[in-house]
C-alpha cells in the first residue's frame, strides 16, 4: 500500500512538472502571437490576393512551396486553398530544380515560405521559377532577407521565441506561418463567394460534409 502510494506521489509530481512545461510553452505561444497578429501588414495581404485573382482571371495557377517544416504548411495550405474555392497545387521544394518546375507555368504564381528567407534548396527553387517567369509571393520572418527581396510580395511571419529553451525547433513560427495564409485563404475564399452548396462539392467526405447535407435537410424540411 505505502509503495503504491509512493508511486501515484511520484506520478503526480511527473504531471505537474509536465503542466508547468507546457503551460510555459503556452504563455510564449499566446504572447508571440499576439505581437505577431499585432505587426501584420495588411496591405500586402490585399496584394497578394489581388495578385492571385489575377491569375486566375487569365487562367494561370497557384502553387505553395518551402523545405524542411514549411514543406508541410505548403501541403496543407494547397489543400486549404483548393477546398475552399482557389485551386493550388503543391510544389515539391527541392524536387523543383530536377523536374518538377515543369508542373508551374509562366504567369503563375508560387507561395514559398521559408522562416529565415536563406534556405539554401528554397532559393535554387526561386531563381529557376523567376526564371520562367512566375511571380513569387514570400513568407518569411524577414523581408529583407533574400527570399523577401527576390518576391514580387514578402509576406511576413516573424516571432521571437518558438517555444522552448533551445529556440531552434520551429513551433511559434510554423503557427505564425499559418494563421498568415489561413487569413489570405479566407479573403480569397471571401472574394469568391464560397457557398455551403459549393464548398460541399469539393469536400463531400466526413464530417464536415455530413453535418452540410443534414443541415440543408433540415431547412428545406422547415421551408
Given at each position: 500500500?505505502?509503495?503504491h502510494?509512493?508511486?501515484t506521489a511520484?506520478?503526480?509530481a511527473f504531471l505537474?512538472s509536465?503542466?508547468?512545461?507546457a503551460?510555459?510553452?503556452?504563455?510564449?505561444?499566446?504572447d508571440?502571437?499576439?505581437?505577431?497578429?499585432?505587426?501584420i501588414?495588411?496591405?500586402?495581404?490585399?496584394?497578394?490576393?489581388?495578385?492571385?485573382?489575377?491569375?486566375e482571371?487569365?487562367?494561370k495557377r497557384?502553387?505553395i512551396?518551402?523545405?524542411?517544416k514549411?514543406a508541410?504548411v505548403?501541403?496543407?495550405?494547397a489543400?486549404?486553398f483548393s477546398?475552399t474555392?482557389?485551386?493550388?497545387y503543391?510544389?515539391?521544394?527541392t524536387?523543383?530544380?530536377h523536374?518538377?518546375?515543369?508542373?508551374?507555368?509562366?504567369?503563375?504564381?508560387?507561395?514559398?515560405?521559408?522562416?529565415?528567407?536563406?534556405?539554401?534548396e528554397?532559393?535554387?527553387?526561386?531563381?529557376?521559377?523567376?526564371?520562367n517567369?512566375?511571380?513569387?509571393?514570400?513568407?518569411?520572418?524577414n523581408?529583407d532577407?533574400?527570399l523577401?527581396?527576390h518576391s514580387?510580395i514578402?509576406?511576413?511571419?516573424?516571432?521571437?521565441?518558438?517555444?522552448?529553451?533551445?529556440?531552434?525547433p520551429?513551433?511559434?513560427?510554423?503557427?505564425?506561418?499559418?494563421?498568415?495564409?489561413?487569413?489570405?485563404?479566407?479573403?480569397?475564399?471571401?472574394?469568391?463567394g464560397l457557398?455551403?452548396?459549393?464548398?460541399?462539392?469539393?469536400?463531400?467526405?466526413?464530417?464536415i460534409g455530413d453535418e452540410?447535407?443534414?443541415k440543408a435537410k433540415?431547412?428545406?424540411?422547415i421551408?
Amino acid at each position: 500500500m505505502t509503495k503504491h502510494l509512493s508511486i501515484t506521489a511520484e506520478k503526480e509530481a511527473f504531471l505537474s512538472s509536465d503542466q508547468q512545461e507546457a503551460e510555459i510553452y503556452f504563455d510564449i505561444l499566446k504572447d508571440e502571437i499576439t505581437d505577431f497578429i499585432k505587426t501584420i501588414d495588411y496591405s500586402s495581404l490585399t496584394k497578394a490576393k489581388n495578385l492571385i485573382l489575377a491569375a486566375e482571371c487569365e487562367k494561370k495557377r497557384i502553387h505553395i512551396t518551402g523545405i524542411g517544416k514549411p514543406a508541410y504548411v505548403a501541403g496543407y495550405m494547397a489543400s486549404l486553398f483548393s477546398s475552399t474555392g482557389t485551386p493550388a497545387y503543391y510544389l515539391h521544394g527541392t524536387e523543383a530544380v530536377h523536374g518538377s518546375s515543369g508542373q508551374v507555368l509562366p504567369g503563375d504564381v508560387v507561395i514559398a515560405i521559408s522562416n529565415s528567407g536563406e534556405t539554401a534548396e528554397l532559393k535554387a527553387t526561386v531563381k529557376a521559377l523567376k526564371e520562367n517567369d512566375v511571380r513569387i509571393i514570400s513568407v518569411t520572418r524577414n523581408r529583407d532577407s533574400w527570399l523577401g527581396r527576390h518576391s514580387d510580395i514578402a509576406l511576413t511571419a516573424k516571432v521571437s521565441q518558438e517555444g522552448d529553451s533551445l529556440n531552434r525547433p520551429p513551433r511559434c513560427s510554423i503557427i505564425a506561418e499559418l494563421i498568415l495564409l489561413q487569413s489570405l485563404s479566407i479573403l480569397l475564399q471571401n472574394s469568391h463567394g464560397l457557398t455551403e452548396k459549393q464548398y460541399i462539392r469539393w469536400h463531400p467526405g466526413g464530417t464536415i460534409g455530413d453535418e452540410i447535407r443534414r443541415k440543408a435537410k433540415d431547412t428545406s424540411s422547415i421551408q
